[in-house]
């Protein structure tokens, strides 16, 4: 009964692609349903809770695995769990497990990235995500320009990790989709694809070729070079010296051959693999050592004596700076990880593959020309992990991940029928599955999840999930970012006058403590000092504080209730009269002459201590000790609790009506005797080398 009403519905969609290929609208899907329906073994290859266009993905992949699709439909029930064969979810889950099967196995065929079929068939995959059950009737005609929509692509495309990778995934489907409004087109995705390709070429045959011979180790991958076209050149300075030359990137290190008459000289290695705790950042560069232009990367280490400074001259912009700082910064990110994690074997051949084809897709996407400004780093997964809030985590849970698989690797029969390759193999291709994944499924051992190769079906792995809640705060960290931009004020005069609105309750509550102190109103002062002196006395001090941070916390809760729905408040600050240039410049003139003129009074007391402390007065050295002394004997015999008493009482009634006069005199004994003590001689030395240097 079931297989007539198969029959019967191929009838049908074999007579509307009869139509549709009258009208000249008949897509490839059509053609297959026809050829499909024409079949004998329609009825076998049919799975009825699927919509017709799944069907044919599903048998574009039974073709690749040498199955049958009720075949992979068997199969699939036998080893999902019943979560994933609930009927509202078995077509979407089932087409999955078809798709990554297959794509298991054809990623294991060197060069697939060259054949349209793969291009076109991982892309229709995507399409079809969107519609895969039976129910999506009213989506039964997917045309030729369909596109393809964030979640299809990032469920899909990381089951190839040289098109994507999980970390990478969203900012990647943003660039491709930036001129296309946030959906994938197939003339876009088969361009990037292309470019993969081309650019796998490329680093294969700079690898293979004979650059540094002498030095470069067989392990290691050539992944850039530059500074070979005149017009493009690469000027490394070293101090006071520029040399033209030739700049080459490693997996492992840093290569500079500076330009000799006709031939390049011996390469200076800037090693990025060993923890030599190196810093890798953007900086100016100018004639003479001048600071004029932004296009730049500074490499230091603890085995330079000095920064290395590569320039990436261009006439406008510094987009190659940007591009090499962000290709640099990967490479050194990648084994900053491995340093961390102490990755070993595979899994460090795994991690260098990930760094390696994100440089690979930057390189494919620079091709495009899809955007005009490009940040390399939102492509390149260990540079994206260092700008994430819990970048720290993703990579936590990349390091689990890979130490799981190194385990199950271990304990895997060597001979069991599957499709195993190692990461030198699949390194060696620059396009294979990392990792060594096997075509056929597996059952995860702690959950139900059922795994193929990498992917899990109908569910996300723990980097998925990692990844998401990085992203839900990276998303929070945005909009505080916006918010903080927003209130960003010009000039000095504008962002005094709003620090002094902001500080009016502290100025106030100071002001305040200050009235208390002077004793302006002996009856609230005298109040204070009893109450404040019997919370010391009794040891309340810390359950004050307590419930300060209670009180806090119960505002903070009351206020939001009482204010949901509301905009926030605003700080209303009065704009100060606008000042001209040159009230600007004498503001800031009288600025810094106030900041030199703290920082010399500053140095005064710290010269005065020294010469207290070097005995270079000694009538006050004495006193001064004597000081010390009595402090420290009280300090160790005196109870904290009564000795905090007296210093408050001292302090706090020493401006009391009884104690004014007798004060003001101790202060002002106070006062001559700091002043009659010398400041410690100081000495100006000139650097020989810094004079040395201006010579020259």
């Given at each position: 009964?079931?297989?007539?009403?198969?029959?019967?519905?191929?009838?049908?969609?074999?007579?509307?692609?009869?139509?549709?290929?009258?009208?000249?609208?008949?897509?490839?899907?059509?053609?297959?349903?026809?050829?499909?329906?024409?079949?004998?073994?329609?009825?076998?290859?049919?799975?009825?809770?699927?919509?017709?266009?799944?069907?044919?993905?599903?048998?574009?992949?039974?073709?690749?695995?040498?199955?049958?699709?009720?075949?992979?439909?068997?199969?699939?029930?036998?080893?999902?769990?019943?979560?994933?064969?609930?009927?509202?979810?078995?077509?979407?889950?089932?087409?999955?497990?078809?798709?990554?099967r297959a794509l298991s196995l054809s990623v294991g065929v060197t060069g697939h990235l060259a054949d349209k079929?793969?291009?076109?068939?991982?892309?229709?995959?995507?399409?079809?995500?969107?519609?895969?059950?039976?129910?999506?009737?009213?989506?039964?005609?997917?045309?030729?320009?369909?596109?393809?929509?964030?979640?299809?692509?990032?469920?899909?495309?990381?089951?190839?990790?040289?098109?994507?990778?999980?970390?990478?995934?969203?900012?990647?489907?943003?660039?491709?989709?930036?001129?296309?409004?946030?959906?994938?087109?197939?003339?876009?995705?088969?361009?990037?694809?292309?470019?993969?390709?081309?650019?796998?070429?490329?680093?294969?045959?700079?690898?293979?070729?004979?650059?540094?011979?002498?030095?470069?180790?067989?392990?290691?991958?050539?992944?850039?070079?530059?500074?070979?076209?005149?017009?493009?050149?690469?000027?490394?300075?070293?101090?006071?010296?520029?040399?033209?030359?030739?700049?080459?990137?490693?997996?492992?290190?840093?290569?500079?051959?500076?330009?000799?008459?006709?031939?390049?000289?011996?390469?200076?290695?800037?090693?990025?693999?060993?923890?030599?705790?190196?810093?890798?950042?953007?900086?100016?560069?100018?004639?003479?050592?001048?600071?004029?232009?932004?296009?730049?990367?500074?490499?230091?280490?603890?085995?330079?004596?000095?920064?290395?400074?590569?320039?990436?001259?261009?006439?406008?912009?510094?987009?190659?700076?940007?591009?090499?700082?962000?290709?640099?910064?990967?490479?050194?990110?990648?084994?900053?990880?491995?340093?961390?994690?102490?990755?070993?074997?595979?899994?460090?051949?795994?991690?260098?593959?990930?760094?390696?084809?994100?440089?690979?897709?930057?390189?494919?996407?620079?091709?495009?020309?899809?955007?005009?400004?490009?940040?390399?780093?939102?492509?390149?997964?260990?540079?994206?992990?260092?700008?994430?809030?819990?970048?720290?985590?993703?990579?936590?849970?990349?390091?689990?991940?890979?130490?799981?698989?190194?385990?199950?690797?271990?304990?895997?029969?060597?001979?069991?029928?599957?499709?195993?390759?190692?990461?030198?193999?699949?390194?060696?291709?620059?396009?294979?599955?990392?990792?060594?994944?096997?075509?056929?499924?597996?059952?995860?051992?702690?959950?139900?999840?059922?795994?193929?190769?990498?992917?899990?079906?109908?569910?996300?792995?723990?980097?998925?999930?990692?990844?998401?809640?990085?992203?839900?705060?990276?998303?929070?960290?945005?909009?505080?970012?916006?918010?903080?931009?927003?209130?960003?004020?010009?000039?000095?005069?504008?962002?005094?006058?709003?620090?002094?609105?902001?500080?009016?309750?502290?100025?106030?509550?100071?002001?305040?403590?200050?009235?208390?102190?002077?004793?302006?109103?002996?009856?609230?002062?005298?109040?204070?000092?009893?109450?404040?002196?019997?919370?010391?006395?009794?040891?309340?001090?810390?359950?004050?504080?307590?419930?300060?941070?209670?009180?806090?916390?119960?505002?903070?809760?009351?206020?939001?209730?009482?204010?949901?729905?509301?905009?926030?408040?605003?700080?209303?600050?009065?704009?100060?009269?606008?000042?001209?240039?040159?009230?600007?410049?004498?503001?800031?003139?009288?600025?810094?002459?106030?900041?030199?003129?703290?920082?010399?009074?500053?140095?005064?007391?710290?010269?005065?201590?020294?010469?207290?402390?070097?005995?270079?007065?000694?009538?006050?050295?004495?006193?001064?000790?004597?000081?010390?002394?009595?402090?420290?004997?009280?300090?160790?015999?005196?109870?904290?609790?009564?000795?905090?008493?007296?210093?408050?009482?001292?302090?706090?009634?020493?401006?009391?009506?009884?104690?004014?006069?007798?004060?003001?005199?101790?202060?002002?004994?106070?006062?001559?005797?700091?002043?009659?003590?010398?400041?410690?001689?100081?000495?100006?030395?000139?650097?020989?080398?810094?004079?040395?240097?201006?010579?020259?």
């Open positions: 009964m079931s297989t007539s009403k198969t029959l019967n519905m191929l009838e049908g969609l074999v007579k509307d692609s009869s139509f549709k290929w009258l009208l000249g609208k008949q897509s490839s899907f059509d053609e297959e349903i026809e050829e499909m329906g024409r079949s004998p073994s329609a009825g076998t290859n049919w799975i009825p809770e699927l919509s017709p266009v799944a069907n044919v993905v599903v048998r574009r992949c039974s073709k690749i695995l040498g199955v049958s699709a009720n075949d992979l439909r068997d199969s699939f029930k036998q080893e999902a769990s019943e979560s994933l064969k609930q009927p509202s979810l078995f077509a979407r889950n089932f087409l999955e497990y078809c798709c990554f079929k793969f291009r076109r068939l991982t892309f229709d995959m995507m399409v079809v995500w969107e519609v895969p059950a039976v129910a999506s009737q009213a989506l039964l005609s997917v045309e030729e320009d369909a596109t393809v929509s964030l979640e299809a692509f990032s469920r899909i495309a990381p089951a190839v990790p040289i098109i994507a990778d999980v970390i990478i995934c969203e900012n990647l489907f943003g660039m491709l989709t930036s001129s296309a409004g946030g959906r994938l087109h197939f003339s876009v995705y088969d361009k990037y694809l292309c470019g993969l390709e081309r650019a796998i070429k490329k680093m294969r045959t700079q690898s293979e070729s004979s650059l540094l011979s002498g030095v470069r180790p067989k392990k290691e991958k050539i992944l850039e070079i530059d500074g070979t076209v005149t017009t493009q050149p690469v000027l490394e300075h070293v101090g006071m010296s520029t040399w033209p030359g030739r700049l080459i990137l490693t997996d492992h290190s840093l290569y500079f051959e500076a330009l000799k008459v006709v031939s390049y000289d011996k390469p200076k290695r800037y090693d990025l693999s060993e923890d030599l705790k190196q810093i890798v950042k953007p900086e100016l560069t100018g004639p003479w050592g001048t600071r004029l232009f932004d296009k730049a990367v500074s490499y230091k280490s603890i085995s330079l004596s000095e920064p290395a400074v590569m320039e990436f001259p261009e006439l406008k912009g510094h987009t190659r700076r940007d591009y090499w700082l962000a290709v640099i910064r990967e490479v050194l990110y990648v084994h900053r990880y491995i340093n961390k994690y102490k990755i070993t074997g595979l899994a460090r051949d795994e991690a260098l593959s990930k760094a390696v084809l994100g440089i690979i897709r930057v390189q494919a996407i620079q091709e495009l020309s899809l955007t005009n400004s490009m940040c390399y780093e939102n492509l390149l997964p260990f540079n994206l992990c260092d700008q994430l809030p819990g970048g720290d985590l993703i990579l936590e849970t990349l390091a689990e991940m890979s130490t799981s698989r190194e385990v199950h690797r271990s304990n895997r029969p060597k001979d069991t029928g599957t499709l195993q390759s190692s990461a030198s193999d699949m390194v060696s291709q620059l396009g294979s599955v990392f990792g060594g994944s096997s075509p056929r499924s597996r059952t995860s051992e702690k959950t139900s999840s059922l795994v193929v190769g990498e992917v899990v079906v109908g569910d996300v792995n723990p980097l998925e999930r990692a990844v998401k809640e990085s992203r839900k705060n990276y998303e929070k960290v945005v909009l505080a970012q916006e918010t903080v931009n927003g209130v960003k004020m010009e000039g000095i005069d504008t962002n005094l006058a709003v620090m002094k609105e902001l500080m009016l309750p502290v100025m106030e509550t100071w002001n305040l403590v200050l009235s208390l102190l002077n004793w302006d109103d002996p009856m609230k002062s005298t109040v204070f000092c009893l109450f404040s002196s019997l919370i010391i006395w009794k040891g309340w001090l810390v359950y004050v504080f307590a419930l300060a941070s209670l009180f806090s916390a119960i505002f903070m809760v009351l206020t939001r209730c009482f204010s949901r729905g509301k905009l926030m408040v605003e700080l209303k600050v009065t704009a100060p009269p606008p000042m001209s240039t040159m009230e600007q410049l004498l503001a800031v003139q009288n600025g810094i002459s106030e900041l030199e003129q703290n920082i010399q009074d500053g140095n005064i007391v710290l010269l005065k201590f020294r010469a207290l402390l070097f005995s270079l007065f000694p009538q006050a050295s004495e006193k001064f000790a004597v000081a010390m002394v009595v402090a420290a004997i009280m300090l160790a015999f005196v109870p904290g609790r009564y000795l905090l008493l007296v210093v408050f009482v001292e302090l706090f009634t020493r401006y009391s009506p009884p104690r004014r006069a007798s004060t003001e005199r101790l202060i002002r004994r106070l006062r001559e005797w700091w002043f009659s003590i010398p400041a410690a001689p100081v000495i100006l030395q000139h650097d020989d080398k810094n004079e040395t240097k201006k010579k020259k």
